[in-house]
């Protein structure tokens, strides 16, 4: 599966799920990432963390990067739909339950 790509300020950033991400994920909120809730708040920090881990000149705080995501919504739409491609690709892992269609 591919990275994904997103531009913010006319400069290319990669988002990328990692153990650096997931462990400032848990720095930032205090939460465990595999027990994170699917709210606003907890799916935008992750997003930032999934930035900040794979990008070393990645330089927003998280305000400022909340005011991007703001300015085009666009960019969480796609962050959103590649955590979807994650989801997939883990249940795509699993063993299947008996009886179970997919």
Same mark, same amino acid.
């Given at each position: 599966m591919n990275d994904l790509k997103i531009t913010?300020?006319?400069k290319d950033y990669a988002v990328k799920?990692? *153990?650096r991400a997931l462990m400032l994920f848990e720095?930032?909120?205090? &939460?465990?990432?595999l027990s994170m809730n699917e709210n606003i708040t907890d799916v935008m920090m992750l997003f930032y963390c999934?930035?900040?881990g794979a990008n070393k000149d *990645?330089? *927003?705080e998280f305000d400022a990067f909340v005011d991007v995501v703001d300015s085009d919504?666009?960019?969480f739409e796609? *962050?959103?739909g590649y955590l979807q491609?994650? &989801?997939n690709v883990k249940q795509l892992a699993q063993p299947k339950k008996k009886g179970e269609k997919r």
């Open positions: 913010i300020n006319g799920q990692s *153990f720095e930032m909120t205090g &939460k465990n990432p999934f930035l900040r *990645f330089m *927003f919504v666009g960019i796609s *962050f959103t491609s994650l &989801k």
